[in-house]
Nanobody
Framework: VQLQASGGGLVQTGDSLRLSCAAS????????MGWFRQAPGKEREFVAA????????WYPDSVKGRFTIARDNAKNTVSLQMNSLKPEDTAIYYC????????????????WGQGTQVTVSS
């Protein structure tokens, strides 16, 4: 199984960025997909999740209304559209795949991508 995240970069406050994650080696539509992030010196935190069919999404209050997760099961990809970025969004962003459990918990995710750096300057 491989999850390859891409799309990170350096942007300014208020800008937008779209992350992508390409999955291979798994029955993609059977997995809930999530995005987490980890800032320096902080724990990895939940950012977004989407169910297998793509009809249900979850977000923490910190990104709700600014971030949108989507998936394309035909292409085995999941994306994270990030708008109105803030300096506090600076982190390494990881995509992950889960077969079940609490979507907010790292422990529920069986496979992880390598991460892509997002830096938002003020």
């Amino acid at each position: 199984v491989q999850l390859q995240a891409s799309g990170g970069g350096l942007v300014q406050t208020g800008d937008s960025l779209r992350l992508s994650c390409a999955a291979s080696g798994l029955a993609f539509s059977s997995y809930m997909m999530g995005w987490f992030r980890q800032a320096p010196g902080k724990e990895r935190e939940f950012v977004a999740a989407i169910n297998g069919r793509g009809g249900t999404t979850w977000y923490p209050d910190s990104v709700k209304g600014r971030f949108t997760i989507a998936r394309d099961n035909a292409k085995n990809t999941v994306s994270l559209q990030m708008n109105s970025l803030k300096p506090e969004d600076t982190a390494i962003y990881y995509c992950a795949a889960s077969l079940g459990g609490s979507i907010y918990s790292i422990a529920a995710y069986h496979y992880w991508g390598q991460g892509t750096q997002v830096t938002v300057s003020s």
